[in-house]
């Protein structure tokens, strides 16, 4: 591969993302909130491939990790703030409009701060949730609730979309898969509960799906409410 080549391609995937978060928010403002939920995971896709790739090549770079960012805002801040707007907020006027105006500020905030801690090294963990993390929980709330006919909850969102926002800009710590190391003891075992679940997902893709971010996402909560417990017990 060549060299000019090897840079471009990672950034491609970069832009792609943004471009998959510009079509999701044209397809919410037109009511195709399944299609513009949908579209959101998917640039979850290309957000993961383009660092991989960057490493993967080596070609790593101050420029790709600013344009990730940028990228990131577009398509896991603006999209899901305004597919939550359009399914949801709309119908409660300022409140509504309000709420998905504060997800994508606290979305940019746990983006810069996250590249703040990134110049000085490559963190072991996340502190706060990750932005395409929060952008997927309420993507596949959307879908959720659409695959049930769950409409009259739809103020449930507004209130999730604050959570998430919430737990951005918080210093709750959420592991970073990039970091996890797999033991080769259990390697197998490992392979075979990934299939089972790759399975699952096959038959029962939006629960599935569902239930796997919101895992990830309690995650965090859980394991700081655990710590706090254990330590006001021992005091």
Not at 137 to 166: C, H, R, T
């Amino acid at each position: 591969m060549k060299p000019r080549l090897a840079y471009i391609l990672p950034n491609f995937f970069t832009a792609s993302s943004i471009f998959l978060g510009m079509l999701s928010i044209t397809k919410a403002s037109q009511g195709e909130f399944s299609i513009a939920s949908w579209l959101i995971m998917i640039a979850m896709i290309f957000d993961g491939l383009d660092g991989r790739i960057a490493r993967a090549t080596k070609t790593m770079s101050n420029f790709g990790a600013e344009f990730d960012s940028l990228a990131d805002i577009v398509a896991f801040g603006v999209a899901p703030a305004m597919l939550i707007f359009f399914f949801a907020g709309d119908d409660f006027g300022k409140f509504g409009f309000l709420v998905s105006a504060l997800y994508v500020i606290f979305g940019a905030l746990r983006l810069a701060r996250f590249n703040s801690t990134l110049a000085i090294s490559d963190p072991s963990v996340f502190i706060g949730l990750p932005i395409p993390a929060a952008a997927s929980l309420v993507a596949m709330g959307v879908l959720f609730v659409l695959n049930y006919g769950y409409e009259s909850y739809k103020v449930l969102f507004l209130a999730i979309m604050l959570l998430v926002g919430v737990l951005m800009v918080s210093h709750i710590r959420y592991p970073s898969p990039k970091k996890i190391k797999i033991n080769h003891r259990f390697f197998y075992r490992l392979l075979v509960v990934l299939t089972i679940i790759a399975s699952m997902l096959y038959i029962y893709s939006i629960e599935g799906l569902a239930l796997l971010v919101l895992g990830y996402v309690l995650y965090g909560p859980i394991r700081a409410s655990y710590y706090l417990i254990k330590k006001l017990l021992a005091s």
